[in-house]
T-cell receptor, first 112, second 113 residues
């Protein structure tokens, strides 16, 4: 079974703080994704990584950056958190040979 | 731009009845269409998928149909049970070879006992 772990289930941060969201996979999968989920908007792609140190902007990258120093770990960084970044953040992976994406449990972030 | 429209946004059915959720996609090059179920407090889980060379696929009480000409695909759940209550998302693959999706906006299904 594919396992995707996100470091926190719930986070509360202050406006202006730097926030790190971590995603870890237990296999050697190339592709990793960060989405945010908001009511009525579905899942929107923030960033995508197809290998170590390789990244590509998604549909809504503004205000976010990412880091992938090791294959199993993909981090989403909010350089200066703002209240409009309050959301559910979902990490996903796929194997690179099959289209299916597998999701982590999500991190619900509240920015005050 | 690429877009996936999903309807309805909420759906209530009596236990034992059928539920149908519909999606329309814009990119005619999309060739993979997964459906995800998200239960409260959990990440989305794949429940069924279909590729563009197939018109219909069934897995027990769940089926998906695809009409490539009309760019429509639908999820059908028969004999609904309370545990089917969840949010369902459709998605369509994007062109580019990197296995990215465009997601629909989700349907909240409530199965009333």
């Amino acid at each position: 079974d594919v396992k995707v772990t996100q470091s926190s289930r719930y986070l509360v941060k202050r406006t202006g703080e730097k926030v790190f969201l971590e995603c870890v996979q237990d296999m050697d999968h190339e592709n990793m994704f960060w989405y945010r989920q908001d009511p009525g908007l579905g899942l929107r792609l923030i960033y995508f990584s197809y290998d170590v140190k390789m990244k590509e902007k998604g549909d809504i990258p503004e205000g976010y950056s990412v880091s992938r120093e090791k294959k199993e770990r993909f981090s989403l960084i909010l350089e200066s958190a703002s209240t409009n970044q309050t959301s559910m953040y979902l990490c996903a992976i796929n194997t690179g040979t099959k289209e299916t994406q597998y999701f982590g449990p999500g991190t619900r972030l509240l920015v005050l | 731009g690429e877009n996936v429209e999903q309807h309805p946004s909420t759906l209530s059915v009596q236990e034992g009845d059928s539920a149908v959720i519909k999606c329309t996609y814009s990119d005619s090059a999309s060739n993979y269409f997964p459906w995800y179920k998200q239960e409260l407090g959990k990440g989305p889980q794949l429940i069924i998928d279909i590729r563009s060379n197939v018109g219909e696929k069934k897995d027990q009480r769940i089926a998906v149909t695809l009409n490539k000409t009309a760019k429509h695909f639908s999820l059908h759940i028969t004999e609904t049970q309370p545990e089917d209550s969840a949010v369902y998302f459709c998605a369509a693959s994007r062109v580019g070879g990197t296995y990215k999706y465009i997601f629909g906006t989700g349907t909240r299904l409530k199965v009333l006992a």
